[in-house]
Protein backbone atom coordinates (compact mmCIF):
# COMPACT_ATOMS: atom_id res chain seq x y z
CA UNK A 1 0.00 0.00 0.00
CA UNK A 2 2.00 3.54 -0.97
CA UNK A 3 1.74 6.21 1.25
CA UNK A 4 -1.27 8.22 0.07
CA UNK A 5 -3.83 4.64 0.81
CA UNK A 6 -1.69 4.64 4.07
CA UNK A 7 -2.91 8.12 5.27
CA UNK A 8 -6.48 7.78 3.93
CA UNK A 9 -6.89 4.82 6.13
CA UNK A 10 -4.95 6.64 9.43
CA UNK A 11 -7.35 9.19 8.85
CA UNK A 12 -10.34 6.70 8.90
CA UNK A 13 -9.41 5.36 12.54
CA UNK A 14 -8.81 8.40 13.74
CA UNK A 15 -12.23 10.06 12.88
CA UNK A 16 -10.80 12.48 10.62
CA UNK A 17 -11.87 11.39 7.43
CA UNK A 18 -15.59 10.34 8.00
CA UNK A 19 -18.81 9.66 6.08
CA UNK A 20 -22.28 10.10 6.20
CA UNK A 21 -23.82 13.22 5.18
CA UNK A 22 -22.52 16.45 5.80
CA UNK A 23 -23.45 20.14 5.23
CA UNK A 24 -19.52 22.34 3.94
CA UNK A 25 -19.17 25.64 4.74
CA UNK A 26 -20.43 26.65 1.07
CA UNK A 27 -23.72 25.19 1.97
CA UNK A 28 -22.75 21.62 -0.26
CA UNK A 29 -24.44 18.13 1.08
CA UNK A 30 -21.11 16.13 1.35
CA UNK A 31 -21.14 12.56 1.57
CA UNK A 32 -17.71 12.94 3.47
CA UNK A 33 -15.95 15.33 5.58
CA UNK A 34 -12.27 15.69 6.44
CA UNK A 35 -11.04 17.35 9.97
CA UNK A 36 -7.90 18.00 10.07
CA UNK A 37 -7.94 19.37 13.40
CA UNK A 38 -8.83 16.39 15.09
CA UNK A 39 -5.25 14.94 14.39
CA UNK A 40 -4.90 15.58 18.12
CA UNK A 41 -2.74 14.15 19.98
CA UNK A 42 1.47 13.09 19.80
CA UNK A 43 1.08 9.90 18.63
CA UNK A 44 -1.10 11.18 15.32
CA UNK A 45 0.97 14.16 14.84
CA UNK A 46 4.09 12.76 14.79
CA UNK A 47 2.68 10.46 12.31
CA UNK A 48 1.32 13.12 10.36
CA UNK A 49 4.37 14.44 10.06
CA UNK A 50 5.67 11.62 8.27
CA UNK A 51 3.10 11.84 5.78
CA UNK A 52 3.81 15.33 4.92
CA UNK A 53 7.08 14.50 4.53
CA UNK A 54 6.65 11.55 2.19
CA UNK A 55 4.92 13.93 0.00
CA UNK A 56 6.92 16.68 0.09
CA UNK A 57 10.13 14.16 -0.82
CA UNK A 58 7.55 11.98 -3.65
CA UNK A 59 7.20 15.70 -5.16
CA UNK A 60 10.42 16.48 -5.89
CA UNK A 61 10.18 20.15 -4.36
CA UNK A 62 13.06 22.13 -3.16
CA UNK A 63 12.86 24.30 -0.22
CA UNK A 64 15.50 26.09 1.63
CA UNK A 65 12.75 26.56 4.81
CA UNK A 66 9.32 25.78 5.44
CA UNK A 67 6.27 28.09 7.00
CA UNK A 68 3.23 27.59 8.86
CA UNK A 69 0.16 30.01 8.70
CA UNK A 70 -1.33 30.71 11.91
CA UNK A 71 -3.33 28.87 13.46
CA UNK A 72 -3.33 25.43 12.15
CA UNK A 73 -0.26 25.51 10.45
CA UNK A 74 1.46 26.17 13.29
CA UNK A 75 1.72 22.49 14.45
CA UNK A 76 1.79 21.05 11.10
CA UNK A 77 5.04 22.37 10.07
CA UNK A 78 6.54 21.96 13.59
CA UNK A 79 5.58 17.57 12.88
CA UNK A 80 6.97 18.19 9.28
CA UNK A 81 10.57 19.83 10.05
CA UNK A 82 10.79 16.94 12.84
CA UNK A 83 9.78 14.44 10.05
CA UNK A 84 11.97 15.66 7.48
CA UNK A 85 14.82 16.07 9.58
CA UNK A 86 14.81 12.02 11.37
CA UNK A 87 14.73 11.56 7.22
CA UNK A 88 18.22 13.49 7.00
CA UNK A 89 16.48 16.93 5.37
CA UNK A 90 16.80 19.46 8.69
CA UNK A 91 15.28 22.13 7.39
CA UNK A 92 14.41 25.72 9.19
CA UNK A 93 10.48 26.69 9.76
CA UNK A 94 8.94 29.41 10.85
CA UNK A 95 5.44 30.42 11.55
CA UNK A 96 3.01 33.95 12.03
CA UNK A 97 1.21 35.36 14.98
CA UNK A 98 -2.16 36.63 13.95
CA UNK A 99 -1.23 40.05 15.94
CA UNK A 100 1.72 41.81 15.41
CA UNK A 101 4.42 42.21 18.64
CA UNK A 102 5.93 45.97 19.45
CA UNK A 103 8.01 44.40 22.33
CA UNK A 104 10.44 41.48 22.48
CA UNK A 105 11.81 39.89 19.03
CA UNK A 106 8.54 41.85 17.57
CA UNK A 107 7.01 41.76 14.61
CA UNK A 108 4.88 38.94 13.34
CA UNK A 109 7.17 35.75 11.77
CA UNK A 110 8.16 33.44 14.57
CA UNK A 111 10.88 31.43 14.54
CA UNK A 112 13.53 31.19 11.53
CA UNK A 113 14.02 34.03 9.33
CA UNK A 114 12.32 33.82 6.10
CA UNK A 115 14.91 33.70 3.53
CA UNK A 116 14.85 31.56 -0.34
CA UNK A 117 12.97 29.00 -1.30
CA UNK A 118 9.76 28.81 1.37
CA UNK A 119 7.60 26.06 1.02
CA UNK A 120 3.90 26.91 3.12
CA UNK A 121 2.43 24.08 5.13
CA UNK A 122 -1.28 23.83 6.00
CA UNK A 123 -4.42 21.91 6.14
CA UNK A 124 -6.46 21.73 3.84
CA UNK A 125 -7.31 24.44 0.89
CA UNK A 126 -11.12 26.45 1.04
CA UNK A 127 -11.11 30.23 -0.10
CA UNK A 128 -7.69 30.46 0.07
CA UNK A 129 -7.28 33.36 2.57
CA UNK A 130 -4.11 31.68 4.60
CA UNK A 131 -2.51 31.20 1.12
CA UNK A 132 -2.84 34.59 -0.43
CA UNK A 133 -1.45 35.99 3.46
CA UNK A 134 1.11 33.61 3.47
CA UNK A 135 2.49 34.30 0.04
CA UNK A 136 2.13 38.04 0.88
CA UNK A 137 4.21 37.66 4.18
CA UNK A 138 6.67 35.23 2.75
CA UNK A 139 7.44 38.07 -0.15
CA UNK A 140 7.86 41.39 2.32
CA UNK A 141 10.28 39.19 3.87
CA UNK A 142 12.40 39.22 0.54
CA UNK A 143 11.78 35.37 0.47
CA UNK A 144 10.36 33.21 -2.73
CA UNK A 145 6.99 30.72 -2.00
CA UNK A 146 7.87 27.95 -3.72
CA UNK A 147 4.56 25.67 -3.15
CA UNK A 148 1.95 24.27 -0.77
CA UNK A 149 1.60 21.20 0.62
CA UNK A 150 -1.94 20.31 2.15
CA UNK A 151 -3.50 17.15 3.71
CA UNK A 152 -6.17 16.37 1.45
CA UNK A 153 -7.60 18.11 -2.09
CA UNK A 154 -11.18 17.31 -2.14
CA UNK A 155 -10.73 18.46 -6.40
CA UNK A 156 -13.91 19.92 -5.97
CA UNK A 157 -14.95 23.22 -7.99
CA UNK A 158 -15.02 26.68 -5.58
CA UNK A 159 -17.35 29.48 -7.70
CA UNK A 160 -16.21 29.08 -11.18
CA UNK A 161 -14.73 26.06 -13.06
CA UNK A 162 -11.55 25.66 -10.97
CA UNK A 163 -11.07 24.20 -7.47
CA UNK A 164 -9.47 26.16 -4.41
CA UNK A 165 -5.81 24.64 -5.15
CA UNK A 166 -5.94 25.09 -9.19
CA UNK A 167 -6.92 29.33 -8.13
CA UNK A 168 -4.03 29.22 -5.93
CA UNK A 169 -1.53 27.40 -8.24
CA UNK A 170 -2.99 29.74 -11.20
CA UNK A 171 -2.78 33.20 -8.92
CA UNK A 172 0.92 32.22 -7.30
CA UNK A 173 2.07 30.50 -9.85
CA UNK A 174 3.17 28.09 -7.16
CA UNK A 175 2.14 24.00 -7.13
CA UNK A 176 0.28 22.84 -4.73
CA UNK A 177 0.91 19.12 -3.60
CA UNK A 178 -1.43 17.11 -1.49
CA UNK A 179 -0.63 14.28 0.84
CA UNK A 180 -3.67 12.72 -0.68
CA UNK A 181 -6.68 13.67 -3.29
CA UNK A 182 -10.26 12.65 -4.30
CA UNK A 183 -8.72 9.94 -6.71
CA UNK A 184 -6.88 8.44 -3.31
CA UNK A 185 -9.93 8.68 -1.58
CA UNK A 186 -11.93 7.11 -4.35
CA UNK A 187 -9.02 4.15 -4.95
CA UNK A 188 -9.00 3.91 -0.96
CA UNK A 189 -13.13 3.12 -1.26
CA UNK A 190 -13.01 0.44 -4.25
CA UNK A 191 -10.26 -1.46 -2.11
CA UNK A 192 -11.89 -1.08 1.41
CA UNK A 193 -14.49 -4.01 2.37
CA UNK A 194 -15.67 -2.11 4.42
CA UNK A 195 -16.43 1.55 3.59
CA UNK A 196 -17.02 0.40 0.09
CA UNK A 197 -20.88 0.96 0.05
CA UNK A 198 -19.87 4.80 0.17
CA UNK A 199 -18.13 4.81 -2.92
CA UNK A 200 -21.04 5.89 -5.38
CA UNK A 201 -22.22 8.37 -3.42
CA UNK A 202 -18.83 10.08 -3.34
CA UNK A 203 -18.57 9.17 -7.37
CA UNK A 204 -22.23 11.34 -7.57
CA UNK A 205 -20.80 13.96 -5.68
CA UNK A 206 -17.88 14.42 -7.55
CA UNK A 207 -19.42 14.45 -10.64
CA UNK A 208 -21.66 17.16 -9.45
CA UNK A 209 -18.78 19.36 -7.92
CA UNK A 210 -15.85 17.86 -9.30
CA UNK A 211 -13.25 18.92 -11.13
CA UNK A 212 -11.78 18.35 -14.50
CA UNK A 213 -8.62 17.16 -13.78
CA UNK A 214 -6.61 16.56 -10.80
CA UNK A 215 -4.55 19.82 -9.49
Known sequence: MDFRQQFMEFAVV??????????????????????????????????????YAKAIIASGLVADGLFGPAYKGIPLV?????ALARGGRNLPFSFNRKEVKDHGEGGSIVGAPLVGRVLIIDDVITAGTSIRESVELIRAAGASPCGVVIALDRMERGQGEL???????RDYGIPVVAVATLDDLMGFLRNSPQLQQNEAAVAAYRRQYGIARAA
Request: glycine share 14%; hydrophobic share 45%; no cysteine.
Open 14 to 51: QNVLGFGEFRTKGGRLSPYFFNAGLFNDGAALDRLGEF
Open 163 to 169: SAVQEVE
Open 78 to 82: AVTAV
